[in-house]
């Protein structure tokens, strides 16, 4: 039994603890970013390492889904969620309480 070699072995799973930990973060960073499953990831990473944060830097973005957590709604989404209405006449996305276009003066109907 040799105490430099306790030391050696101590040092190496504190990297290896602090690597881990390191691809842990990075996992559910890229996880986010490409909508998949960050919990799931985060599980991968914890029994593959750095592996599992390799093959999903790898991995191509999901698409994204209506309704997914990591899902942002765009311009036209607001249009539909009735932030924003889209102009009949120019097709130019304007605000939901807008009586008139701003970018091409048609005239909404009142709706209230
Ligand atoms: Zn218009």
Known sequence: MDASGYGVLGVGFI???????VCLFVSASIAK???RSVAGWVILT???GIIATILLALLPT???VV??????????DEAVA???????QCAEIVKAEAK?????GYKFEAKQ
């Open 33 to 35: 970013k490409k909508h």
């Open 67 to 76: 309704g997914s957590p990591g899902y942002f709604p765009t311009f036209s």
């Open 46 to 48: 914890l029994f593959l």
């Open 82 to 88: 009735g932030v924003s209405k889209k102009c009949p």
């Open 15 to 21: 990297f290896w603890f602090i690597l881990v930990f």
């Open 100 to 104: 008139i276009c701003r970018f091409c």
């Open 62 to 64: 999901r698409e994204k």
